[in-house]
């Protein structure tokens, strides 16, 4: 336990100064720009109000957003690590579960950006009065996601055991039934959720549009009755 517990603060205090030396580096690239839209200047760093209430008002709600999505999100995890019955054990579920969600990440992190885009570009042609552009950002952000999930998601299932194996070494289970059954069930989770990420990117590509458009509350009201509720009350009631 000693151990583990100095493994996972390494990897803590890799992840903290990795994020700190990559903040000090977009820093001194802004300071050594010389794009007068993206030079910085360090006397002028300071809070102006109207810009800062900006930032709070997006960004606060945004954060809401993720957190309120992380809480059902540790509901689903909560139920899935005591799950058991005569055929799967608890910790080959687990081990399962958290191998297809790892490969999942990088799927979901991919269609992500997606959003993000949606959300820069609709701002920006919104701001410039170019509204004719934003149904257009809006159905290509759309497009583009669903397309490469489907991508993305197909070969996942298609190729789920060296995938997954990836996350699975096979020495760590005590026998070859196990690990087989952990393949199982990361392929089954691969089935019922990857496949169908492309929802996933939808709502973050209207999300993004909305953010777009100076609506913040809206994404974290329907996320918050749309994922943590729902998802919440399904859970429990079975």
């Not at 809070?47 to 900006?54: D, G, I, R, S, W």
Request: with cysteine; proline share 2%; hydrophobic share 50%.
């Amino acid at each position: 336990m000693q151990n583990n517990g100095q493994d996972v603060l390494a990897v803590g205090l890799t992840t903290l100064i990795s994020q700190a030396i990559q903040a000090l580096l977009i820093v001194i690239f802004l300071h050594r720009s010389k794009n007068p839209y993206s030079h910085l200047e360090y006397k002028g760093i300071a809070l102006y109000k109207k810009e800062t209430q900006l930032l709070l008002k997006h960004g606060l709600m945004a954060g809401l957003q993720f957190f309120i999505f992380s809480i059902s999100n540790l509901i689903i995890q909560r139920s899935v690590n005591g799950y058991s019955d005569s055929n799967v054990s608890r910790i080959v579920a687990m081990n399962g579960n958290a191998a297809a969600l790892q490969l999942e990440g990088y799927i979901a992190m991919v269609l992500k950006t997606f959003g993000v885009a949606c959300t820069i570009m609709t701002a920006q042609n919104f701001g410039a009065q170019n509204k004719k552009n934003l149904t257009k950002i809006l159905w290509m952000t759309l497009l583009t996601s669903t397309t490469i999930s489907i991508v993305m998601s197909g070969l996942a299932v298609l190729l789920y055991r060296p995938l997954v194996s990836l996350f699975l070494p096979q020495k760590a289970f005590a026998s070859a039934s196990d690990y087989s059954a952990s393949l199982e069930v990361a392929h089954q989770r691969l089935l019922v959720i990857a496949l169908f990420y492309f929802v996933d990117s939808w709502m973050d590509n209207m999300f993004g549009y909305c953010r777009g458009l100076g609506h913040p509350y809206v994404p974290s009201v329907v996320t918050f009755f749309a994922t943590t509720v729902y998802r919440s009350t399904f859970i429990f009631a079975i």
